[in-house]
């Protein structure tokens, strides 16, 4: 039976002054970090082994995954990074206060671009403070200039087709470390979750989450580790 499992970075700087981060490359806090190892700690705990670890390319996301690994005595585990694993693109919004955003905006405007299936918030401007295209990691990336849940979904599945579903179907048990959006598209996916219920799901950081998959990666059972 593949096993796999989700984990959501430990909280970030940004978390934790309500600043929307997107792309933006931003630490865990003390408390981030706390969570990845306690969550390394749990699942060694639970008798968890993997094979394989997917990441983005972003430091909290990193971070976490090494810190987890640390706690399980697994650090010498193959990771792949990749760009498709980010953090959805806030656009216009990175860097910018949540509360501050809606006291300006509206709360309702505010929440159709956070919570919306496929309205992206605004664009981001070419030569902005946050502006990613000189960023050596990405380069030759079409990096976007914004992305709605959906457009986050249509970057995530490829990756999840072309190397993570067959590393699952070959055996390997597999952690992914990435972020409360590109979590949500391997979610959705895998528990067919409706484009109108998918937006209001909660991803707590530092949580692990198990899928216990069938051969042909349907899910069987979805679960918060620290629950069983």
Do not use: C
């Not at 630490?27 to 983005?56: C, Y």
């Amino acid at each position: 039976m593949p096993k796999l499992v989700l984990i959501r970075h430990g909280q970030s700087a940004w978390n934790l002054e309500n600043r929307f981060t997107g792309w933006w490359d931003v630490d865990v806090t003390e408390k981030g970090a706390a969570e990845a190892t306690a969550a390394g700690e749990l699942m060694a705990a639970k008798g968890l082994d993997f094979d394989l670890t997917f990441t983005s390319l972003q430091t909290r996301a990193i971070k976490t995954l090494n810190l987890a690994l640390e706690a399980m005595g697994r650090l010498w585990l193959p990771t792949e990074k990749h760009w498709r694993l980010n953090e959805r693109h806030y656009g216009g919004l990175t860097g910018l206060n949540k509360a501050e955003t809606a006291a300006k905006h509206g709360e309702e405007q505010v929440h159709i671009w956070r919570r919306s299936f496929d309205i992206p918030p605004p664009a981001a401007e070419a030569g902005s403070p946050y502006d990613l295209s000189n960023d050596r990691r990405y380069a030759g990336i079409d990096i976007p200039a914004t992305e709605s849940l959906k457009d986050t979904i249509a970057r995530v599945l490829p990756y999840w087709e072309e190397r993570i579903a067959p590393a699952l179907k070959d055996g390997q048990r597999v952690l992914i470390s990435a972020h409360g959006n590109s979590l949500r598209a391997l979610v959705k996916h895998l528990s067919n979750i409706p484009d109108d219920e998918i937006t209001s799901l909660e991803i707590p950081t530092g949580q692990p989450i198990v899928y216990d998959l069938d051969d042909d990666l349907r899910a069987l059972d979805r679960y918060y580790l620290n629950e069983r």
